[in-house]
């Protein structure tokens, strides 16, 4: 199994370029089974995209993939003769979002069984509110043998839906089956994150219909889409990680070709914290600082600082003055890098849904071990602020959202190892 062996207190200068985003690619890729011909750009070349590619095979779809080019073309021959399309436990429980494939297989077969996820790691994360959108659209949908079974073999029909809670993903879901129902859909009390405006907007270049106005979606649906090319936004969450890296006293990094606006509330924080950031045109160059204030977050849906940024975002309040705080809101179990970072001498301590850190800490290396994506970075994120060796296990979590790495952290001076 691969480990990543990294050396600490290197001062990290340079620029990193930001990839495609993960999160917007995987809803536009189950989207793609509604159109008949399309084209992925900027697609980030992580784990997490090649199961969702290995999904679409699975159902039918033809794939073309070029690492060099960033791209996948997807032709789609799929129709309301193909009635056995199955969305496999083996794909679906490594990637939660294959899920998203529900709504845009029953709009264009009629019918699917796609596999229930299962647990997961921050979280219960059940899918009670994607199979309540589905119902409402009209689909029957009953749960046998670890299997949603869906069917609407006279389409969906355009309803109105107002979601008790925000969720990205049922609000996307929901939208990639309302988009080839029969007359209008309203959604509302959805979730807003600049991923479900990218697939929006990749849906209408498509040929939608869909607006959006504050938490309320509005669908006309459509039966005939273009043949179209489409560029994904780049990932705000990696960018969100890179900036907090550069956090600290020395360090300076620069990122081109990204939309400020989209972090907005990421840059109001760690200006708060003491950090600075400097934002031109679509530049923002970070500049650490050697004195950090206490903070206190709660993480919620956006335009709410992102649960996604939650653990690396604790890794620089070790090093703030005082007790900083973060109310983590979206998952109940979110708090996994914690015992690893108190390992590597962080003085954190978590009541509930808070965690209190403690700073200024020193951290020192330790062999610790990664436990889901965002945890993962967290680790290596300390192990840069860390005197001496970190060694970092189960970095197959990382791999599935983070694109090169070490290769962007070593451009920058940093000393990552990657070993088998
Ligand atoms: C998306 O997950 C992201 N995944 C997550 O990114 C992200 O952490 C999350 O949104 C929140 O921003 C992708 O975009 C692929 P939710 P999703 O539905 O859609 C509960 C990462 O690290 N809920 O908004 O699964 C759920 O349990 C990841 O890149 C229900 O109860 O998140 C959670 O507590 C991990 N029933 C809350 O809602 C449902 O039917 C929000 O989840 C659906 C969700």
Known sequence: ?????????????????????????????????LSNSSEIKNIP??????????????????????????????????????????????????????VLVLGPILNKCGKAKVSLPGGCAIGS?????????LKKLGAKI????????????????????????????????????????????ILN?????????DLVNYLNKLGGKINIKKRKITIRGVKETRKISYKVMFDRIELGTYLISAGTAGNEISFSNVDKKVINTEIKILKKIGVKVICKKNKITVIGNNKLKKVSIKTGPYPGFPTDLQAQIMVLMTQSEGTSKITETIFENRFMHVPELRRMGANIFIKNNHAYIKGPTKLSGAEVMATDLRASVSLVLAALLAENRTIINRIYHLDRGYQHLEKKLNNCRANIKRIN
């Open 1 to 33: 199994m691969q480990r990543l062996i990294i050396k600490g207190k290197k001062k990290l200068k340079g620029k990193i370029k930001i990839s495609g985003s993960k999160n917007a690619t995987l809803p536009i890729l189950a989207a793609s089974i």
């Open 45 to 98: 070349l992580v784990n997490d995209i090649f199961t969702m590619v290995k999904l679409l095979k699975f159902i039918g779809l033809k794939c073309i993939l070029s690492k060099k080019k960033k791209t996948i073309k997807i032709f789609n021959k799929l129709t309301k003769s193909n009635k056995n399309i199955i969305a496999p436990y083996k794909l679906v429980k490594t990637m939660r979002a294959g």
């Open 142 to 185: 009953k749960i046998k043998n670890g299997y949603i079974h869906a069917t609407a073999l006279k389409g969906l029909k355009g309803t109105n839906i107002k979601f008790p809670f925000i969720s990205v993903g049922a609000t996307e879901n929901a939208i990639l089956a309302a988009f080839g129902a029969e007359g209008k859909t």
């Open 189 to 197: 009390n959805c979730a807003i994150e600049p991923e479900i405006k």
């Open 125 to 133: 994360r059940p899918v009670d509110l994607h199979l309540m959108a």
